[in-house]
């Protein structure tokens, strides 16, 4: 039996305004070659200057990884020449990193180690037409942190799911917005496979510049595959850099794996060194919002939130700023959980509407519509119903209570509203009582519809339950 293990590389592009080496705009988009100038494309004579701010995200991203922060690193030049970087070097970091250790706990309890996180230049982008290719420069010098694990991982999922919690956690520090569909988060996966039971590595190979998750899981099942079928035909993998085929999810050979050697490091000369001065670093730590693991087991513990609602509403942080928001003042903190998982969540599906979590209801409306159901002035159906025309309409709670649903309901009625509902339907009823379970809810409605939804509807199957077995 064989084992698939797995390393890492994500790059992930920082939301500075302004690029890492000069004061064009990052913005994503534009006009190609709009958002350049002789430093970001590498022009004879031109000094970069290093973007305080970009060290600073990166240094908050280190932080939220849980990794120690070098106070002196030194930028260095990375050598290759492709047409997508006209200096034909990267300026990226190399023997002096600026965050080193780290790691991430993934749901199965294990660490994945991270290595170290860099800062480095992106490159331009390169644009298939027809036989031509054209080079669009806008994104070249965008600040960029690399950040490299351990080969910790044994299987797809665990890999996708360390990219998940990548992603909600430097969201939730506010360095990237890590959208994969616009690049500004990308992935490298190197692979190998061995024997189980085994401690020396395989022969790796890198499948670069995966954008999704969906291509990061199909690469590392095309990969291991591929390696094993090598493996069991006594054949040997050979060191190299692949490329990702969406189309068909399979892998083509690009170039032999270049090694360290190949791009000739060296400290770049019109760069000084990077010094974190102390309080910068205290300053950055002070800084730090809750992360969204210790906000998972504060929803969970001290909230009492169900794991599967407080996974969402920690998964993107506006959601749960507005959750936050919500509950200040509110004694069941998880009703308005539910309020948002339940009812909000089925309109608001998409990921995207999700990241950018903008409803028209606001916290205050949900809010006050929680405490009218904890003060008992609303019974929860009606909260319910209210809920779902405030969704509609951006309205707040009042505007659809009418004085039937403030009146409440007086809980010593509902004996005598079951009874009434069973003596008008007999039919059902009998229904009921030669096993067909479902017809007990039509009873339930009716008892709904004569309390115009006042009535709790548990209560009143039970009490119609307990009247018919007698
Ligand atoms: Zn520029």
């Given at each position: 039996m064989f084992e698939m293990v797995i390393g890492l590389e994500t790059h992930v592009e920082l939301s500075t305004k302004t690029k890492i080496f000069c004061s064009c705009t990052t913005q994503f988009g534009g006009e190609p070659n709009t958002h350049c100038c002789p430093i970001c494309t590498g022009q004879p004579g031109t000094l970069p200057v290093l973007n305080k701010k970009a060290v600073e995200y990166a240094i908050t991203a280190g932080l939220a990884l849980g990794c120690r922060i070098n106070r002196h690193s030194v930028m260095a030049r990375k050598h290759y020449v492709y047409p997508d970087l006209s200096k034909a070097y990267q300026i990226s970091q190399y023997e002096l990193p600026l965050c080193e250790g780290g790691k991430v706990t993934l749901s199965n309890g294990r660490e994945i180690r991270i290595t170290r996180i860099h800062i480095e230049e992106d490159a331009g982008k390169l644009v298939h037409q027809g036989n031509m290719a054209l080079i669009d420069y806008n994104r070249g010098g965008v600040p960029l942190i690399e950040i490299v694990t351990e080969p910790d991982f044994r299987s797809a999922e665990e890999a996708?799911?360390?990219?998940?919690?990548?992603?909600?956690?430097?969201?939730?520090?506010?360095?990237?917005?890590?959208?994969?569909?616009?690049?500004?988060?990308?992935?490298?996966?190197?692979?190998?496979?061995r024997r189980k039971g085994e401690t020396a590595f395989g022969i790796r190979s890198e499948v670069k510049n995966l954008n999704s998750f969906t291509s990061v899981a199909q690469a590392i099942g095309y990969e291991f595959e591929r390696h094993v079928d090598i493996l069991q035909a006594g054949g040997t993998v050979e060191q190299e850099t692949r490329h990702f085929n969406a189309e068909d999810g399979t892998t083509t050979s690009l170039r032999d794996k270049e090694n360290a050697d190949d791009y000739r490091y060296f400290p770049d000369p019109d760069i000084i060194e990077i010094l974190v001065p102390e309080e910068v670093l205290h300053r950055l730590e002070a800084e730090l919002p809750e992360l969204p693991d210790a906000k998972f087991d504060r929803y969970v513990k001290e909230l009492g939130i169900p794991e599967d609602d407080a996974k969402m509403l920690t998964k993107y942080r506006p959601v749960s700023e507005y959750f936050e928001r919500a509950s200040e003042g509110v004694t069941q903190p998880k009703t308005v959980a539910s309020f948002i998982i339940t009812q909000m969540f089925a309109q608001i599906q998409t990921e995207a509407e999700r990241e950018h979590w903008n409803p028209d209801t606001t916290a205050e409306q949900l809010r006050e519509l929680v405490r009218l159901l904890e003060s008992g002035k609303i019974s929860r159906n009606v909260a319910k119903r209210v809920f779902t025309s405030m969704?509609?309409?951006?309205?707040?709670?009042?505007?659809?209570?009418?004085?039937?649903?403030?009146?409440?309901?007086?809980?010593?009625?509902?004996?005598?509203?079951?009874?009434?509902?069973?003596?008008?339907?007999p039919k059902t009823v009998s229904d009921y009582k030669n096993g067909k379970e479902k017809a007990i809810k039509a009873l339930v409605g009716a008892v709904m519809r004569a309390t115009k939804g006042r009535a709790d509807a548990l209560a009143a199957e039970a009490e119609l339950k307990r009247l018919i077995d007698q």
């Open positions: 996708t799911e360390y990219l998940e919690k990548l992603q909600t956690i430097l969201r939730a520090v506010k360095v990237s917005d890590c959208r994969m569909q616009e690049g500004s988060m990308r992935c490298d996966v190197n692979l190998s496979v969704l509609e309409t951006g309205k707040g709670a009042h505007d659809f209570l009418s004085e039937d649903d403030l009146a409440g309901f007086d809980p010593s009625q509902l004996t005598s509203l079951c009874q009434k509902a069973i003596d008008e339907n």
